[in-house]
């Protein structure tokens, strides 16, 4: 059973950068896609970046493109979104997650391929 552990949330002003972290356990990091998502007060936990254990173009909301990044160091077993440029849109609890399966891929991504979850860092960007 893989443990993700997130950290980095906090409070910014619109226009801010946060960068957050995911240490996940386990041996096998490496060949898993992992994601971030977010869920808003009333609203559904939504995919935000995916990125994939080969070379592959991660996956972005079109919300978050050209403002977030997604990367990881399978040395260190950590996932990363730097997020830049914050809206107050984007306040929400951030959570990163592993794929179900290994070997998959960012393609055709979805919540439903992604299984083990963290327990959620909040990110609250005011105006």
């Known amino acids: 059973q893989v443990q993700l552990v997130e950290s980095g949330g906090g409070e910014v002003q619109a226009g801010g950068s946060l960068r957050l972290s995911c240490a996940a356990s386990g041996r096998t990091f490496s060949s898993y896609v992992m994601g971030w998502f977010r869920q808003a007060p009333g609203k559904e936990r939504q995919l935000v970046a995916a990125?994939?254990?080969?070379?592959?173009?991660?996956y972005y909301a079109d919300s978050v493109k050209g403002r977030f990044t997604i990367s990881r160091d399978n040395a260190k077993n950590t996932v990363f979104l730097q997020m830049n440029s914050l809206k107050p849109e984007d306040t929400a609890v951030y959570y990163c997650?592993?794929?179900?399966?290994?070997?998959?891929?960012?393609?055709?991504?979805?919540?439903?391929?992604?299984?083990?979850w963290g327990q959620g860092t909040q990110v609250t960007v005011s105006s």
């Open positions: 990125i994939s254990w080969r070379l592959e173009t991660p």
């Open positions: 997650a592993r794929q179900w399966d290994l070997y998959g891929s960012v393609r055709s991504v979805s919540l439903a391929d992604f299984g083990s």
